[in-house]
């Protein structure tokens, strides 16, 4: 591909690591990539806050890959409104595609800014990674609207992928056929996991103790309840993500206050083997709503490709992934609480620390992105010609 490839996300390339962000740094290995951020509104900020810089900001982040921020106007997200962040979201990438001398040549949408059309002829995918509509609450966005932009992006668009079985039926309504692109895991980066250093903000003596984490962002979709059941057992638990604004005003500060329990905030993707390591068993509590069945957690795989034991409440993701006695799903506190208990006092041997990460190996980020560059027309021999 000579041209640029536009990956619209659904979050900031610098917010928590997730399916965009793991797309578009292995897209790059099939094409030079232009991620591009969701509009930010100028009520909260006319300069990015990052660079300080104001309007559009376009930036490097390392060869064959950049990144667009783009401006929009106050309200960029209301009905009628929308339409207008949408068009000067088209013609910030444009004049992006300009100033690197490049065309546009295929543009992945996952994001909820309609960014279909941003260049005529270009290969077009909608990438629906989060069933939007039944989660228009958390993001404070109009269910309505987001049902409307969902359809006409997905018919509009040349192909369509989603990231969970649930969702493929939900674009059959559509009258499109869905290829389904899970989320995958990076079992690379925990290659080596019990060398990593141990974190300087968790007590020394949790690296001999039978431990349970999180690693995540906590938000609506955990279920707080899960956590404190565990927490009440005297189990030592580690929680390691940013907190959403509002989330549990009472029970969260409650929880983290207990001596057993250790929150240590938001931490890079780069930190994460070292937080892992002190971590025996990870949890993937989330709460039994439509936006949750319909979502693919990271996290589950990534405990997986660091040799570690999961406890899962139950997803249909998590049943796709048929793991079998690898993935104990649970439900209701008591029973997740139980899982947890029983899953630390399993040995983590050399034998199934291997057979955790062989598993996680048939689900690596490199099989994921196939996937979607084959819906883009990428093959396997340019990536090798690169």
Not at 303 to 314: F, I
């Amino acid at each position: 591909m000579n041209g640029l490839l536009v990956y619209a996300g659904g979050t900031r390339y610098d917010g928590v690591s997730g399916t965009d962000r793991h797309m578009a740094d292995r897209l790059a290995g099939f094409a030079d990539v232009l991620y591009v951020d969701p509009p930010r509104p100028v009520t909260s900020g006319w300069r990015d806050p990052e660079t300080g810089e104001a309007g559009h900001v376009l930036r490097e982040v390392r060869p064959g890959l950049w990144r667009l921020s783009p401006a929009a106007p106050p309200y960029a997200y209301r009905p009628g409104m929308d339409r207008v962040t949408a068009a000067l979201a088209r013609r910030a990438v444009r004049g992006a595609a300009r100033r690197l001398g490049r065309g546009i040549a295929a543009v992945v949408v996952a994001g909820s800014t309609d960014l279909v059309d941003v260049a005529p002829g270009a290969r077009t995918v909608r990438y629906t990674t989060d069933d939007l509509v039944a989660g228009a609450g958390l993001i404070r966005m109009s269910a309505v609207r987001l049902a409307r932009a969902e359809r006409s992006m997905s018919t509009r668009a040349d192909a369509v992928a989603v990231v969970s079985p649930g969702l493929v039926d939900r674009v059959s309504r559509y009258g499109r056929k869905a290829a389904l692109v899970p989320n995958g895991c990076d079992v690379s980066a925990y290659a080596g996991i019990d060398d990593a250093p141990l974190p300087a903000d968790l007590p020394a003596e949790l690296d001999e103790a039978a431990v349970a984490g999180f690693v995540g962002h906590v938000n609506a979709r955990i279920d707080i309840a899960l956590l404190e059941a565990v927490a009440d057992g005297g189990t030592p638990l580690v929680l390691v993500g940013p907190v959403a604004d509002g989330y549990e005003p009472e029970r969260w500060p409650l929880l983290v206050e207990r001596p057993n329990v250790h929150w240590v905030g938001r931490k890079a993707y780069e930190e994460l083997p070292s937080y892992l390591r002190v971590i025996d068993v990870g949890l993937t509590p989330y709460a039994a709503t439509p936006f949750n069945r319909a979502s693919f957690p990271l996290k589950t795989l990534e405990y997986l490709a660091a040799g570690r034991g999961v406890v899962s409440t139950d997803l249909p993701a998590t049943a796709w992934l048929a793991a079998g006695p690898l993935i104990p799903v649970a439900h209701g506190p008591h029973e997740f609480a139980a899982a947890v208990a029983a899953e630390l006092s399993v040995p983590r041997t050399p034998a199934l620390v291997r057979r955790r990460r062989a598993f996680a190996a048939r689900h690596d980020w490199h099989q994921r992105v196939r996937l979607l560059a084959d819906l883009l027309g990428l093959t396997i021999r340019e990536v090798a010609g690169r």
